[in-house]
C-alpha cells in the first residue's frame, strides 16, 4: 500500500508522467484485515480494481502446485481482458507468475537486493548478507521471468552495510552462528532491522525513479530486453543518485518511509 501510496503520489502532483490503468491484488474482500485497507485505498483514489483470490482457486482446482498456478494465472488473465498497460509493476506480489503470463505483459518486480545478491523474500536476503559479511546490499527492479528474482535488470541502487551506522550492530554477531541468531532474537537482531531499514527507505525511491526512467525513455524495454536511451542493450540504470536525493528531500520534508 506504500508503494502505491507514493507512486499514485507523485503522478497527482505532476512528478511522474503516467497513470495507473488498474490495480489487481490476489485477495478478495473478508480475507485479510491488511489486504481489505489495501483495497478500500484502491478505492479511494478511484482507480480500478479487479481482484481473484489465489487462496479460493487453489482450494478449487486442487494438484500440485505447478497444476493450479498456471491456470490461476489464465484465468487473471481473463479478467484483466481490456487492459493495455505498457508495464506492469508487481508490488507486494508473492505468487510466482507462470510463462503465459511473462509473455502476454512487461512486468517489474522489486527485488530486495542488488543483481548479484541474494535472491528470495526480503528475510532470507537479509540472513544470507549477514551470513556472508556482505558489505554491500541494494534493491533492484527487474524483468519478471519464468527464472525467479533473474530477470534482466532494469535499474538498480546500492547501499553500503559496513560503517559506522553498521559497526556496533556487526559486532554483536561475534561468537555466534547464524542459527543461533534466527532463534534469539531472530528478525529482532540490531543488524538485520538495520539493513531492512535502510532498504525499506529507498524502495519506494528506486521504483518511482525507474518508472520515470522508462516514461522518459531513458531506458526501454523491447522483446525481454532492456536498452539504454541509444537503443543498446544495457545492464540496468544505476539510480543512486536519483533514488538518494529524492531520501534526502522527503527527510527534509519530514516524510515518513513510502513503502509498506
Known amino acids: 500500500m506504500g508503494l502505491l501510496d507514493h507512486v499514485q503520489g507523485l503522478i497527482a502532483a505532476g512528478g511522474l508522467d503516467a497513470r495507473i490503468e488498474f490495480v489487481f491484488t490476489n485477495r478478495e474482500p473478508g480475507e485479510a484485515e491488511g489486504s481489505d485497507r489495501f483495497l478500500r485505498r484502491v478505492r479511494d483514489y478511484g482507480l480500478p480494481l479487479v481482484y481473484h483470490s489465489s487462496r479460493r482457486a487453489r482450494r478449487a482446482l486442487g494438484g500440485p502446485p505447478s497444476a493450479h498456478r498456471y491456470e490461476y494465472d489464465r484465468q487473471v488473465m481473463s479478467r484483466l481482458d481490456g487492459f493495455g498497460p505498457d508495464v506492469c509493476v508487481l508490488a507486494g506480489y508473492m505468487l510466482i507468475v507462470g510463462p503465459e503470463m511473462c ?20 528475510q532470507e536476503v537479509i540472513w544470507q548478507l549477514i551470513e556472508a559479511r556482505s558489505d554491500t546490499t541494494g534493491a533492484m527492479v527487474h524483468l519478471v521471468t519464468e527464472e525467479v528474482d533473474r530477470g534482466p535488470m532494469v535499474s538498480y541502487v546500492s547501499i553500503p552495510i559496513k560503517g559506522p551506522t553498521f559497526d556496533a550492530g556487526w559486532r554483536e554477531l561475534e561468537g555466534r552462528s547464524i542459527a543461533r541468531l534466527k532463534e534469539d532474537p531472530g528478525e529482532d537482531l540490531t543488524l538485520f532491522q538495520l539493513i531492512r531499514q535502510e532498504g525499506y527507505r529507498r524502495e519506494p525511491h528506486l ?54
Open 103 to 122: 509473455r502476454r505483459y512487461t512486468m517489474l518486480n522489486l527485488h530486495p537486493a542488488l543483481p548479484t545478491g541474494p535472491v528470495g523474500a526480503w
Open 207 to 260: 521504483l518511482a525513479a525507474t518508472l520515470d526512467a522508462i516514461a522518459k525513455g531513458r531506458v526501454r524495454i523491447e522483446h525481454g530486453t532492456v536498452r539504454d536511451v541509444s537503443g543498446a542493450r544495457t545492464d540496468g540504470l544505476c539510480l543512486n543518485d536519483q533514488v538518494e536525493g529524492a531520501l534526502a528531500a522527503s527527510s527534509h520534508r519530514g516524510d515518513g518511509p513510502a513503502t509498506g
